[in-house]
């Protein structure tokens, strides 16, 4: 019940964020914020360039390719552990998620930010951002269906909070390579959330009744 509760809190806070964006109330946040991570120059990154070649290797991870790769590496892993129904479960979960992204992007039909230089090239609309939405759809997903099986308490710690360490990251990438306004990210990131949510109490419902495996004592 935890679960279902926390995705209708994260829904709500999308809607509530994507209305508020759409009637064009925080387009003084997001100019402000972006032009911050500038040196004056729009089209130079602030900071080294070793910081922008790591943002860019950061951002890979919420490619579709990467995370197909990472979503198959667990649902087999999963499999050959004996879990077929979590694995299962993974693949849904992330398949049907990234519908859900390209379905919010077609509704809200916002167009990439032009106030700076794109550090790399981009093809699609903005709002949410594909990266955040996906890699917190992806990672979190993966992790809270992963820590289902765990027994130990700390264990399920480790796994959420890498993931989520992973998916902050990547949203953060893209706003410093000038691809996202800072509320894109915020609204993949809350969307992403309400989805794993959702999928971590669909998982808990489907063990209780049998349906997929239990988590490991």
């Known amino acids: 019940m935890i679960g279902l509760k926390g995705a209708g809190l994260f829904a709500v806070l999308f ?7 759409m009637n064009g109330h925080l387009q003084s946040f ?21 910081v922008e070649t790591m943002f860019l290797d950061i951002t890979a991870l919420g490619s579709n390719t990467v995370v197909i790769l990472v979503t198959l590496a667990a649902a087999g892993f999963l ?13 849904a979960s992330v398949i049907g998620g ?19 230089a794109h550090s790399v090239e981009v093809h699609t609309l903005s709002f949410p951002s594909g990266h955040a939405m996906l890699s917190a ?10 820590a289902r099986t765990q027994g130990t ?52 419902r489907l063990q209780e009744r049998g349906d997929i495996e239990k988590a490991e004592n």
């Not at 914020?33 to 900071?47: F, S």
């Not at 859900?100 to 916002?110: A, C």
């Not at 953060?172 to 509320?183: A, C, D, N």
């Open 15 to 21: 809607a509530a964020l994507a209305a508020t964006v």
């Open 30 to 50: 997001d100019r402000s914020l972006m032009l911050a991570l500038r040196t004056g120059d729009k089209h130079d990154p602030a900071g080294p360039l070793w």
């Open 79 to 91: 499999a050959v552990a004996g879990k077929r129904g979590t694995a299962w479960l993974v693949l």
């Open 98 to 116: 990234t519908i859900l992204n390209n379905l919010l992007k077609l509704l809200f039909d916002r167009a990439r930010p032009d106030l700076v």
């Open 137 to 146: 759809i992806a990672y979190l997903t993966l992790g809270a269906l992963i």
């Open 153 to 204: 308490l700390r264990t399920k710690a480790y796994i959420l909070g890498f993931a989520a360490v992973i998916t902050a990251m990547i949203g953060m990438s893209r706003v410093y390579l000038g691809v996202h306004w800072p509320t894109d990210v915020i609204a993949g990131w809350l969307a992403g959330l309400a989805w794993a949510m959702m999928c971590w109490e669909v998982a808990r």
